[in-house]
């Protein structure tokens, strides 16, 4: 009875290992679904694409294998490759059945990409798959199906001028792993070069544990040119407490072991024939506590590089000595980690490759970096030209404004920057000017203070130059700004960003009479930027969505305090209620349903994406009288608004507008709210639509909606509130201009009647360089003119203004001002 037991549980020890599906299998699962069936741009015959070049000008020192799957050459991740840093891309997948028919990727043949490979002599590879173990024998054993498999990828090498293939077979029986797979692979190696050609590359993806030692390693890369070994999944979905997805050290299993025990008979004979693949994905944990290895509740997802870099910048990254890794975690309901790889850990998994002589280094998958340049850089430091990196693009950027014609940029300075360039434009498209400087506050001035300038940076250094930030606008006005944007659009992925949509706002908010600065959502979580300081503020979320977070924890708190300060805001995005209500935690849905007033009800109206493009206002509600609003279906030049949420109001909000030919039942397309907020004693303001302001195409249409917010915001101006304004009835005193100043500089202020005023000039020490006394017997708007005739150096004053009136009252207002020489 003992000996049947133990059988049983060897038994069900084996099943569970091969039920459990692999990354590369939950991935197209999960990400490939939305792309399946796409129709190529191209030739479907294969003309067209050339051969592989011989690149004199590739100096990459081992070889670089990227996986290339069809999800991210779809939404478009494939142009921000960089051939020059590949020596490999494998296709992925075709896929093959048990009879030995091989099927296409979706979209194929991706003839730009094959012919841009080509051009950089890096070699395209066919990866075909399959993650069925009956399917996987039947093909392997049976030599009919054996038979009509060459033959079918010898077609497809020939046809798209393919450079190898790379057999992708996972959740093989046990039986399978040894000698049948490695005949197989020997074979058809053999059959491929002996009819095709001998520089035909035959490669497998191979596990990076040999559990149950069942697989013959070394017999394996004896049968082909090379193994990639998948070098991750090492904790996921199964995992019972969190960790990293490719721990360097660490546990009992782990990279390192991989190495140099699981394939030491390989690293001893054949070195040349291993490619070590990393991960450019993580994973995201719910867990019971905020420590590591942590006992999971649930696994929320896999998580991409492009998305985690990011994120874990805004809630603090953190390091693993244990795995020498990087992670991070925040508290929403429960605790959530998320592990992931970054330059610092990947680049020590290089350095393992390289202290064994592999071949060379691979990852799954291209395009989970997006638009960074990290990796990237990593590759070229490791492999290529072993320069310092250009840097990163400066993050935290802000424009504010600096007196009468004079916009002051903020960034952060990235590692390694030497200097900036900065480019201006008064349209948002054409930066025909530009500006070099080596600070990261610098001001641009005698700019012209009715009219909106547009402003993006780059970092260079004497290896080039990073990306460019996103772009920022500002109107140079002499009065105090009331009016900020903040661009929390980051989304790269299944969406179109062009990162200048801000300049949909410009002329709207010019029409509503507003000047204006900008920000990016990062300064502003951040601190650099205090939402308190505005009236109005605008945030821009464009098709943001869960990977890249609406409102991160930090972005709900600032907001929060500026609406219970009596804060008006407007905030258009098509995913808010996806990501915040529907996906969100408690403290997620409950900001958004008492904060941003409503109530999620479907991912697009009547749950059907991409049928809805325009909008009409509710009779009676602040949009009455505009008529039917066009929003861009991706054809208008910003991005397709394919899945706007239909959202219902909620404590105290109403509905303002509607999706075209839609009942209300089915939800609405904004909401707004006057009134005070939870937290709150002031009277504050909110007008959310699901409809991204940026996406409506016509410009009329837009002006109309700025102009319908504004009023809702502040209602009917009365001349005499502007003559107050201008003329305040207290004591006022104002940003001096122009600011900063050499040598002269005015400061303004106003008394309400005659009093004394006492001028006061400081240094940054605090120390009293100046001072002048006046009597002044009427009320009215005075200025003083503060000339330092060459006696002080640049830097940072303070002037302060003391006014005492008839009763013996006294006032003082004190402002910042900088003299730069």
């Not at 929320?300 to 020498?324: I, M």
């Amino acid at each position: 009875m003992k000996k049947l037991f133990l059988i049983l549980i060897l038994f069900s020890i084996t099943v569970i290992s091969q039920e459990r599906k692999s990354v590369h299998q939950l991935h197209e699962e999960e990400y490939g679904k939305k792309y399946k069936n796409v129709e190529s741009k191209f030739d479907l015959s294969g003309n067209g694409i050339i051969p592989l070049q011989i690149n004199r000008e590739k100096s990459l020192s081992k070889a670089v294998f990227g996986y290339l799957p069809y999800w991210e050459y779809l939404n478009g991740n494939y142009q921000y490759l960089r051939y020059d840093l590949l020596t490999h891309i494998g296709v992925f997948d075709f896929s093959v059945s048990s009879t030995g028919i091989i099927g296409n990727p979706s979209g194929w043949p991706w003839t730009n990409v094959i012919n841009s490979a080509h051009s950089a002599g890096t070699k395209v590879i066919m990866v075909v798959a399959n993650f069925d173990a009956d399917e996987i024998r039947s093909l392997i054993t049976n030599e009919v199906n054996k038979q009509t498999f060459f033959v079918n990828a010898k077609s497809k090498l020939q046809t798209f001028n393919l450079d190898g293939i790379n057999i992708d077979f996972e959740g093989m029986y046990s039986a399978d792993q040894g000698e049948r797979i490695n005949s197989f692979m020997e074979e058809l190696t053999n059959y491929l070069k002996t009819n095709l050609s001998e520089d035909i590359e035959v490669s497998f993806a191979a596990p990076a544990v040999n559990w149950g030692s069942n697989w013959d390693l070394l017999g394996l890369a004896q049968s082909c040119d090379y193994l990639f070994i998948m070098g991750y999944d090492f904790f996921g979905s199964w995992s019972t407490t969190s960790g990293p997805t490719a721990p360097l050290i660490g546990g009992s299993i782990n990279l390192t072991n991989t190495v140099n025990v699981q394939y030491s008979s390989v690293v001893s004979a054949y070195p040349e024939k291993l490619i070590l693949g990393i991960a450019y994905f993580g994973g995201q944990f719910e867990t019971t506590t905020n420590a590591e290895n942590s006992n999971v509740i649930d696994y929320v997802s896999n998580r991409f590089y492009r998305d985690t870099y990011p994120q874990s910048q805004t809630y603090g990254r953190l390091w693993s000595t244990k795995y020498q890794v990087p992670w991070y975690r925040w508290e929403s309901d429960n605790w959530q980690q998320v592990w992931f790889d970054d330059a610092e850990s990947i680049g020590l998994k290089y350095d393992l490759a390289l202290s064994n002589n592999l071949k060379g280094v691979g990852m799954w998958a291209l395009g989970y970096d997006g638009q960074r340049q990290e990796l990237w850089n990593l590759i070229d430091q490791k492999f290529g030209s072993g320069n310092i990196p250009a840097p990163a693009k400066p993050q935290s950027f802000s424009l504010s404004g600096f007196g009468d014609g004079t916009i002051s940029l903020s960034y952060e300075i990235p590692q390694s920057a030497t200097g900036y360039k900065i480019f201006i434009s008064r349209d948002g498209i054409n930066f025909n000017d530009s500006v070099d400087v080596n600070i990261s506050n610098p001001f641009v001035a005698e700019l012209s203070n009715d009219s909106v300038y547009y402003f993006k940076v780059k970092a260079y250094n004497s290896s080039g130059f990073s990306q460019f930030t996103e772009v920022l606008g500002a109107v140079p006005s002499s009065q105090t700004h009331k009016v900020l944007i903040v661009n929390g659009f980051d989304r790269t992925s299944g969406t179109t960003n062009n990162f200048d949509y801000i300049k949909q706002y410009g002329e709207p908010l010019l029409s509503a009479g507003k000047s204006f600065v900008s920000t990016s959502n990062e300064a502003v979580f951040k601190d650099y930027v205090n939402l308190t300081d505005y009236e109005i503020v605008i945030w821009m979320l464009g098709d943001e969505s869960t990977s890249d977070e609406t409102f991160n924890q930090f972005e709900q708190v600032r907001v929060k305090e500026f609406l219970d300060n009596g804060g008006k805001l407007f905030v258009t995005g098509s995913e808010i209620g996806w990501d915040l209500d529907y996906s969100g935690g408690a403290e997620d849905r409950s900001f958004y349903n008492t904060y941003l007033k409503a109530d999620y009800y479907a991912d697009a109206p009547n749950n059907s994406s991409g049928s809805y493009y325009f909008a009409e206002p509710i009779s009676g509600e602040m949009f009455d009288g505009i008529s039917n609003i066009a929003f861009d279906d991706g054809s208008h030049g910003t991005f397709d608004v394919d899945w706007p949420d239909a959202i219902k109001p909620i404590n105290g909000s109403a509905g303002v507008l509607k999706y075209l030919n839609v009942n209300v039942s089915s939800g609405y397309a904004g909401v707004a709210y006057k009134g005070n907020f939870p937290g709150g004693t002031a009277e504050g303001a909110i007008v959310h639509l699901a409809i991204p302001f940026e996406a409506v195409y016509d410009l009329q249409d837009r002006i109309e909606i700025m102009t319908k917010v504004i009023d809702f915001f502040e209602g009917t101006v009365d001349v005499r509130n502007l003559e107050n304004e201008l003329n305040p009835t207290n004591f006022a005193v104002y940003q001096n201009y122009p600011n900063p100043f050499n040598p002269a500089t005015t400061i303004k202020y106003h008394i309400p009647g005659s009093g004394n005023i006492t001028l006061q000039i400081f240094n940054s020490l605090g120390e009293l360089i100046q001072e002048e006394n006046i009597y002044q017997s009427n009320p009215g708007l005075y200025e003083f003119n503060w000339n330092s005739e060459n006696r002080y150096s640049s830097g940072t004053y303070l002037y302060r203004i003391n006014y005492i009136n008839e009763n013996g009252k006294s006032f003082s207002s004190t402002n910042k001002m900088i003299l730069l020489k």
